[in-house]
């Protein structure tokens, strides 16, 4: 997370992590990418921002400010820059909880995704992260 210049997430995951946590990101600039209005607290206002337009729009955007290796979070956003070929590298954390119901992570996407795996790690509250490298 240390390379990371931009945190990107929808409207969703940006919310549940405002409302259901401490703040984790410190002063690391954060996109939130919706189309609605979004609600930032005042005292994340000097680090977090809304955006409404594509995620082509965007990197071309944040990459005029000079960001270089942005982190992408949230599932439909997720899904945008898949479908962009904005992504080169996806991490994949699988929390040792079997979900009822959700929204899938990847949903339709518009043709397959190759993935090559680069390592996988467990930690010891029971997650896995695998890392790979899209194609």
């Not at 992570?105 to 930690?123: C, M, N, P, W, Y």
């Amino acid at each position: 997370m240390d390379s990371v210049d931009t945190l990107v997430m929808g409207r969703k995951t940006f919310e549940f992590v405002v409302y259901a946590n401490e703040w984790p990101y410190g002063e690391k600039k954060v996109i939130v990418l919706s189309s609605r209005p979004v609600q930032i607290p005042s005292n994340l206002a000097e680090t977090v921002e809304s955006q409404a337009c594509s995620p082509v729009e965007l990197v071309k955007k944040l990459a005029e400010r000079g960001a270089k290796h942005l982190y992408i979070d949230g599932g439909r956003t997720v899904q945008g820059f898949l479908n962009a070929g904005l992504i080169q590298q996806i991490v994949i954390t699988r929390i040792p909880v079997l979900i009822g119901q959700g929204i899938p992570l990847f949903g339709a996407l518009r043709k397959d995704v190759k993935l090559q795996h680069i390592e996988t790690k467990s930690f010891d509250n029971g997650f896995v992260q695998s890392k790979y490298e899209v194609h």
